[in-house]
């Protein structure tokens, strides 16, 4: 079998370790957060999202790659085995010590080949037991190897989130975990609250727009446009719906005309979240590269060749070219998977610093946004970037930075160590 084709859907809940636990102490009991988008993160990949069914009912998907856990065998061969725990805790703020609720499952695969990488996708069952907003921290920890993977999500009701009514479906119908598809794919979604609705559904172009550097007062993208074109669509008795995606950009699906919020599902190519191809490595580009050069690059004929070379003057030789490379578009995939809204995570703000900047030594959470502090906290001369959160209706994860002349020398002396071939430390 081909290497991430195979997948294994997990008994809903099973194997429950503990549930309503009111005194145990979260795994991320303080409220720095730069271990959700630091190397740690990486460690053991972790994806989750929830979908509401109604009536208070909802399921936490979580998604695991096998590659990322440590599976050890009994001597003599195969199998070989993993042991990973998942569990979620909800929280009334981020960082909070005072548990909502809780509960674990225990997931136990066996593999002839300990090295395949296939996708391990399960479920628990979620009570919601408040209609006022909260968070879910979900945490996988491989104990073969004692490495931690953490998710924070913030879950509202779905009248004020509807987005969570909905659960993209592959084509083996097994839940996605990225509202994504590829232009002229067939799109499959799940919505049973909405069964029997009718949908009006808009599609809007892609946002093309760049952030500013980190000093320059620009105001971010205007997402007042009308949609290109408006269509409507019925969900089945069965909280089913499907049709085929068109051009790249977005379409956002509402069952309630009278609101402006809803789900949206984004239509790109390219190898997203991914970079896997010469557009998906350019677009990043433009940050560490003059107009004239960006251009030229954009303009060549082999622009694979010419980022190449780009690379290559920069760094000096083909070795530490290469080690920068790998730095710049990790950091990329990363932007991609936690800060994506309403356009590609490597375009928003939050994207921006973290290519350049690296994952800060501090982040602090709050209902209004995130604070990013790279150096000690308690030291004048270290760099701090404040996001604030922008209400908007395609996205809940759109953080605008506050802009500061003050951080011009910083941009511009970490923008030239990466056009030196020096990787900026995380």
Known sequence: MKPGMALFLLAAGAVTLASGCSTYVPVAGNDNFAYLYGKGAA???????????????????YKLRTRDLLYKGTGGGGPYHARTSVRYEALPLPGSKVLLDSASTLVKDESMSPTEDMVL??????????????????????????????????????AVDPARSFLPLGSDQLPLFDDRAKPGTVVRLKAESLAGNQLQVGHYPPVEKLPAPVFAATAPPALDMPPDSVFTLSVSGDGLLEFTAGDSGFYHFRSDTASPKGYTLFVQPGGYPEVRTVQDMLGPLRYITSSKEWEAIHAAADPRAAMERFWTDAAGSRDRAREAIAAFYGRVESANRHFTSYT??????????????????????????ETWTYGDETNMMSLVFAFHKREEPFSNNDLILQRDPQLKSAWYRNVESWRNGRVVSE
């Open 43 to 61: 460690a053991v990949r972790l994806d989750a999202r929830v979908y509401q069914t109604g009536d208070g009912q909802a399921v936490i998907y």
């Open 344 to 369: 590609e995570g490597w375009k928003t703000d939050r994207g921006l610093v973290h290519i350049i900047f690296g994952t800060p030594t501090t982040i602090r959470k709050d209902e209004r946004g």
């Open 121 to 158: 996708i399960g479920s628990l069952p979620l009570k919601l037991k408040t209609d006022k907003p909260f968070y879910l921290q979900v945490t996988a920890h491989d104990l073969n190897r004692d490495a931690l993977s953490t998710v924070l999500l913030r879950v509202e009701p779905a």
